[in-house]
C-alpha cells in the first residue's frame, strides 16, 4: 500500500469514527476524556520514556537549550496535561445547542442545530503536550481527529496516541477518533491535504511557511491561523500613562506569541510628548526599535546600542517574535488606519486613547480579528476570552476568526418538523 | 496588461470599495439599493436591447427553446429583477449584530459583532436575473461583489452590471463595489480563483462541474453549493398517505432544483402496503422509477413503459434533476442511515414517520445540511426558511451549511474595551 493509499485508509477510519461519535451524549463524551486523562497519568513513565528518545535526539542533533526544554516531560507536566484534559471535559458540549429556532407560517418547526464537523486534521509543530489538547478539544465537539505533529516529538506524540486510544477502548468513543496520520516528512502532510471528501477541515498551527504551504497546496478547506502583525496605535486623545503600560504589556510579556505588538504607531500630536519616553522604557526593556525618520529623530544617535535603528520596508510587514517592534509617527486617526490596512495581519490591533470618536472610528474601520481600545494586544486568547479553551487563532474570515474554542470546531444542520408538509 | 493581472488590477478596486463600504450605516446601503432598483426601471430598455443580442446568439446555436425563455428579459421581468432589490432592501442589516458580548471577570467589555466578509466572487451559471440579485445580497451585507456570470447572458448581465454601477455613482457606496471579472473563458475564473489575498471567498452556483472545478483549483476559500442527491425515507411506521404526498410532492414539484428528492428508501416492514400505490402514483406523474430487485417485484415487468426499470450502482449517487428517481427497500431504519451516508451528497434527506423514536435517530445520525420529518426535501431553501433571500444553499460543513441568507455573507471580529487593560 503506497503512503498516499495508507492515508486516505486512517482518514477513512477516521470517517468511521466520526459517524459512531456525532451522536454520542456529553456523558459519554466526557467519560472518554477522563479514561483518557487517567490514562496519561497511569503510563506516565512511558510516555517519559518515549519523550527521551526525541530528547536524546534533539541533543544530538544540537537543538537549542530553551527547544529541548519546550520539548521535554517529566511527571508534573503529563500531570499538567491530563489536568488540562480534565478540564475540557468540565466545558459545555457544543453539539445539539440550538442556534436559531422559530416556527414558520406555515407551521414547520425550524432549529438550526450545532453538529461535529466531522474529520479535522489538525497540522503542528511545538509540544507534545498540543497532541493531548488537540485529541480533546476534537474529541469533546464530536469530532474525530487526524493528528500531524512535528517530527522532533514523534516518540513523544507516537507514545500520547497510542495511551490515548487504549483509553477510548472501554468507552463509547471509538479509538479510531484519535490517530496520528501516518508516514514521516512533507508528503504525509501533502496526502492529508488531497484527502478532500475524508477530511472535512485542516488546521495548521505553526510557522508562516507551513501554514503558507497548506493554504496554497490543500484541497480540503483550511483555516489559517497565527500569523500576526499586531499594532499598538497611540491616539492624539491618548492617556500617555496607558499607552506606555500597554505598548510595554503588548510587546514586552510574552514577545514569542502571535498576539504580541510587532508594531507602534503613534499619532503626530503626541509624538513630542510619548516617543521619548516610550523609547526609554523601551529601551531599559532590552527592545530594538525599527523607527520611521521622525521616530529615530527622538534617539540620540540612532544605532543598536541606542535601541532605535532605522526601519526599512520590509519592517512594517514583519512579525518579529522577539524583542523588537517597529515604529512610526503617522500624521492622524486615518493614516492610523491606513498603515493598518497596508501592512497589518488582521490579527489585533489596539488604539489608545480618550475619545470616545477615535474609538468608534477605529472600531469601525479596522477589520481585524481583535481590536483592542485600551486594552493590550496579549488579550486576544481563548483562555482571557473565557472560552476555556482554544484550538488555535484564525487569521481568516470565512467560518471562524479569532481565537477558536469549542464552537469553532462544529458546523450546524437545519432540523425542520412538520406533520406532512409539502411545498406548494 | 495580461489577463491575470487585469483580474488583479480589478479585484483590488473590489477590495478598496469593500473597505469603503464595510462601515456604511444601513441606511446608505439600503438607499443605494433603491437607486439600482430605480435605474433598472428607468433604463429597462437598454437593458432589454443587449438581452435581445444573448437571445439572437442563442438562437443561432440552436439552444433549445426552454432555455431561451428562461434568458429572455422583457419589461415584466426587468421590474421583477427591480422589485427583488426593493426586498433585500427591505431586509434587516447583518452587519453590526453582537453575536455574543459579556464583561470578563477582569472588567473587559467583550463584543462579537458581525463583520462584512469583504470581497465576494460568484460564479454563476443561469439567468440575469442573478446578476442584480447576487449585486443587491452582497451589497447590503457589506460586500464588494466580482461576477462572473456565463457567457451565453453575457450582454445582458454587462449592461445590468452598467446600470447599476452608474447608479452607485450617486451615493455613498463605490461604484467599484459591484464589477464584472473581465475577460471571457475558463481562464477568467482561473485568475480569480487564484486571488488570494484579494478576494476573500468564492461562491461557485451551478452544475457539479464547474462546483468540483472551483473546489479543486481554488487556493480562494471556496463555499461549495448546489448539488442535491436527496433521500425520502418511508418508515415502518409511517402515515403512507402522507408518506406519498410527501413523495410526490418532493420529487415532482420541481424535479430541476437540488433539493428535489433523487432517492426513495422504503422500510420492508411497509413495502408491500406501500410501495404498488407508490409505483402508481410516480407512473402517473410521468416518474421513472430506478428500482432495486425488491422494488422491481412490484412492477408487471419492468420496463421503460411500466415505469419502473433496473437500477445499476451508479444510479444511487445520481442527481437526476429529471423525472426520474432510484428506489430501494431498506431492512431497517439504520439500512436507511447508512444507504444516505454513503450515497448521499449531504444536502437534504426527509423521513417519515409517526414514530418519535424513530425520527429522534434519524436527526441525530443523518449529517445533512436539512434534515426534515414528516416535511418535503423542498422546503430545504432560504425563502421558505424566513432568511428574505438566499445567496445559494452550502453543501459544506465550514463557514455556512445550507440556505445561505445576509448573516452567511459575514464574518465577525470582537471589540474589546478596556481603560488600560494589560495582560498579567
Redesign the interface.
Known amino acids: 500500500m503506497g503512503d498516499a493509499e495508507h492515508v486516505r485508509q486512517v482518514a477513512r477510519g477516521a470517517r468511521e469514527a466520526a ?1 459512531a461519535l ?2 454520542l451524549s456529553r456523558a459519554a463524551k466526557d467519560a472518554a476524556l477522563r479514561a483518557m486523562a487517567d490514562a496519561l497519568v497511569d503510563r506516565s513513565a512511558e510516555i517519559i520514556a518515549a519523550n527521551g528518545r526525541d530528547i536524546e535526539h534533539a541533543r544530538s542533533s544540537g537543538e537549542a537549550a530553551a527547544m529541548i526544554d519546550r520539548l521535554g516531560l517529566n511527571e508534573a507536566r503529563v500531570r499538567g496535561i491530563a489536568d488540562a484534559v480534565r478540564e475540557i471535559a468540565e466545558l459545555p458540549d457544543p453539539v445539539g445547542e440550538v442556534v436559531r429556532g ?1 416556527t ?2 406555515n407551521g ?1 418547526e ?1 432549529r ?1 442545530v450545532r ?1 461535529p ?2 474529520v479535522v486534521g489538525i497540522i503542528y509543530e511545538g509540544r507534545p503536550n498540543v497532541t493531548a489538547d488537540a485529541a480533546s478539544l476534537t474529541l469533546k465537539s464530536g469530532n474525530a481527529v487526524l493528528l500531524r505533529g512535528s517530527s522532533s516529538a514523534y516518540h513523544s506524540n507516537s507514545a500520547i496516541v497510542a495511551v490515548l486510544r487504549d483509553a477510548l477502548a472501554g468507552t463509547e468513543v471509538p479509538p479510531d477518533a484519535v490517530q496520528m496520520v501516518p508516514g514521516a516528512g512533507r508528503d504525509s502532510v501533502k496526502h492529508l491535504m488531497r484527502a ?1 471528501g475524508l477530511v ?2 485542516l488546521i495548521p498551527r505553526g510557522g508562516a511557511s507551513l501554514i503558507q504551504t497548506v ?2 497546496e490543500s ?1 480540503v ?3 489559517e491561523t497565527g500569523v500576526g502583525n499586531c499594532h499598538v496605535y497611540v491616539d492624539s486623545d491618548a ?1 500617555l ?2 499607552a506606555e ?2 505598548l510595554i ?2 510587546k514586552v ?1 510574552r514577545p514569542s506569541v502571535c498576539n504580541a505588538a510587532e508594531t507602534l504607531l503613534v499619532h503626530a500630536a503626541v509624538a513630542d510628548a510619548f516617543l521619548p519616553r516610550a523609547l526609554a522604557t523601551l529601551r531599559a526593556a532590552g527592545v530594538t526599535v525599527h523607527g520611521d525618520e521622525r521616530v529615530c529623530s527622538y534617539a540620540d544617535s540612532p544605532s543598536d546600542a541606542d535601541g532605535v535603528v532605522p526601519a526599512v520596508e520590509e519592517d512594517w510587514t514583519t512579525e518579529y517574535l522577539s524583542l523588537d517592534i517597529a515604529a512610526a509617527v503617522v500624521p492622524s486617526l486615518d493614516a492610523a488606519i491606513e498603515h493598518i ?1 497596508r501592512y497589518g495581519s488582521a490579527h489585533t490591533e489596539a488604539i489608545v486613547t480618550r475619545s470616545q470618536a477615535a ?1 468608534r472610528r477605529f ?3 479596522v ?10 494586544t ?3 486568547d481563548g483562555g ?3 472560552f476555556g479553551a482554544e484550538i488555535g487563532i484564525s487569521t ?4 471562524a ?3 477558536m474554542g469549542l464552537p469553532e470546531l462544529t ?14
Do not use: C
Request: no cysteine.
Open positions: 459517524a456525532a451522536p422559530y414558520l407560517p414547520l425550524l438550526q453538529v464537523l466531522g478532500r472535512d477541515v493554504v496554497e484541497t478547506p483550511v483555516i492617556d500613562d496607558v503600560r500597554i504589556n503588548a510579556q490596512r474609538a472600531v469601525a474601520n477589520d481585524s480579528a481583535g481590536v483592542m481600545v485600551n486594552a493590550s496579549r488579550f486576544t482571557e476570552f473565557g481568516q474570515k470565512l467560518h476568526r479569532g481565537p458546523s450546524t444542520k437545519y432540523v425542520v418538523t412538520g406533520d406532512g408538509h409539502i411545498r406548494t
